[in-house]
């Protein structure tokens, strides 16, 4: 009707409230109609709140009802044509959604404007039933997972009107114009051509190659990849794990390959396609890169004895709060990287501010570092850190050892021996150990180990405040020389002080050598776990026209799948373990308790409106009983799961896992079938 609080808070009379000011209120939507009049326009009825906020803490269905009737006399009284004839949508947004299904009514001439989470998800379609109304239906969409989203609109008939909320323009010019193109004609687009539409941008934008266009479209693809693991105003020093799997590590190595990637073809550009090449890829990446970097840093440690360099990758934030709790002087090194990152930050900002003599000055201000809740911060924080005394010796001595995959440091001082163990399939291949200064005074350093089969990166060095760690791998020299089972030997690191007594830490290197049969072709377990990429199938059956599709570049690593086409079967449901299905052979040296976590990363796709039909899937392991997960949890109408917020729910990871536990699992081969 208007645009509002904006207007009603210039030009409105009395409080933003109908049960006590619908007189006046009423008069303000009257002169909104009447300023329409003369123009194409579609009205938005209904009622919300100031600020994006409900109406109130006591609406009801009945004032809403009573309001939107008020509306439609207005609508009619001023336009002098059918009601009917005239475009208007409603929007139901949150706590609106809600009111809808719990029985508010829409006259059916109105488009039902349906709304994602705020993040990407959408929370509701047409159902069957809903698609053949006159009014139609249609989006409002903040810009984000665009084709999968988009597209089950279209699926759905959710066309009549998209709306894209995209917050700032200017970053998000290349999202708004696939958005129009899959609007205008979404028939031309499916998961297995999207990325000709970046490599034609590409090409179209910067005037490069097609195999230089292949590249940025790689970085496109990536970027958004990186981002969409945790929405990058929410990722904080516990994001990522700095001691299982080296997962903080990877993380940062996919963040320096795409930043070296995107400089390469920034540089290789002529000056009058580099603004633009910055303004569109090259920023998000690097200023991305840069957040990513300040929880999760890479130091150069020079071994003292092979003069090698190896490259750590240290969490900035996270690291050193946990290394400070260690003890570990290391910790102030990375509390100040942590302070040049946060003022790179700012550079990277003003970079682009300044490019063109400030033709783009203040995109990029809004505030993005340090959130505490969905609104941006008043000003950027820097992620707290800690720092240790640097004059002041640890207590139990000059060396603290920190073996891979713990939390703790030992050093001797009544602690005993920690373990570290391997296997022949993991994917490292190696584990590692810290050695760390615990104060002010240098050491040398040695290490031995009591087994012959033993390879260890280095067998001496020294650590010095200015130099306050290195990392010491172990290895097997050859699997093929050891007895199949478990074997271990002893790490023995020994530090030399000035003025002080040696010191003595040991380490448990336990290794375990499994066999598999030579023709298993499979996924193998390795350290514990068996990974699976959902793309790579042992087998994928189709049912009645229906199977399992792939999703490329979609989800955390490499793609996903989905059930394809998304209204196969005539829209009916499947019963667990008779429709389309894909499985995956693996094998287990899991020990005799059989016991098995499935953890499936899937989509936080909202149930869409299907209240009697919850979104799910089945996972089965070999012939037992299928186990059907409806991963989603229940929630209040137009409202979300406990579980969907927060800075490591749902909306934040993009991510719900779904868990099941299977028993009776013994070693050997086997099939997942989802």
Known sequence: MRSTPNEF???????????????????????????????????????????????????NIDLLQNIVNVQQGIITSVMDKDIESIPQLWCLYQEVEGYYDDGLQVPDYVTLLWTDDNWGNVRRYPTQSERNRTGGAGIYYHVDFIYEQMSLAVEREATRIWILNVGDMKPYEREIEFFTNLGWDAT??????????????????????????????????????????????????????????????????????????????????????????????????????????????????????????????????????????????????????????????????????????????????????????WQQPMANTMPPVTRVSPKKQ???????????????????????????????FDTFGTRYVDVGSGGPSPFTFTVTSNATWVKLSQTEGSVSPSAPETRVFASVKDWSQLPAGMSSATLTFKATASNQQPLSVSVIFTVTKNTLPSTFKGFVEGAGVISIEAAHTTRNTSVSGVSWKVLPRYGRTLSAITPWPHLGNNEANYTAGTGPSVEYDFYTFNPASGNLTITTYVNPSFNAGEKDRPIGFAVQVDSQTPQALYFFPPAVPGGFPA????????????????????????????????
């Open 9 to 59: 808070s210039f030009e409105g009379n009395g409080t933003w409230d109908y049960e006590t000011n619908a007189d006046n209120i009423n008069a303000y939507w009257r002169v909104g109609i009447e300023r329409a009049k003369p123009y194409e326009s579609i009205i938005s009825i209904g009622m919300r709140g100031f600020g994006d906020m409900p109406l109130s803490e006591t609406e």
């Open 188 to 373: 031309r687009w499916n998961p297995d051509n999207l990325d000709s539409f970046i490599s034609s941008w590409a090409q179209r934008e910067f005037q490069v190659s097609p195999s230089v266009a292949a590249t940025v479209t790689d970085i496109v693809g990536n970027l958004t990849r990186f981002n969409s693991r945790r929405k990058p105003e929410l990722l904080n020093s516990t994001t990522f794990s700095v001691i299982s799997y080296r997962e903080a590590e990877r993380v940062l190595d996919g963040w320096e390959t795409l930043k070296n990637a995107s400089t390469n073809v920034y540089n290789s550009l002529s000056a009058d396609f580099k603004p633009a090449f910055f303004q569109l890829v090259h920023h998000p990446v690097i200023a991305s890169a840069n957040l990513a970097n300040m929880v999760i840093y890479p130091i150069f440690l020079k071994s003292a004895k092979v003069d090698i360099v190896v490259c750590v990758k240290l969490i900035a934030a996270g690291q050193n709060n946990i290394r400070a709790s260690q003890a570990r002087l290391s910790a102030n090194g990375l509390a100040d990287n942590v302070e040049t990152f946060f003022e790179e930050d700012y550079n990277i900002e003003q970079q682009y501010h300044t490019i063109l003599d400030g033709k783009w000055d203040h995109m990029m201000d809004q505030t993005h570092v340090g959130y505490y809740y």
């Open 394 to 424: 640890v207590l139990a001595g000059v060396m603290r050892i920190a073996p891979e995959g713990t939390l703790g440091a030992c050093m001797g001082y009544n602690c005993p021996p920690p373990t570290v163990t391997l296997d022949n």
């Open 643 to 674: 579980a969907w917020g927060g800075n490591d729910g749902f909306a934040a990871n993009n991510i719900i896992s779904a868990v099941a536990k299977v028993t009776g699992v013994t070693p050997g081969s086997h099939t997942l079938k989802v």
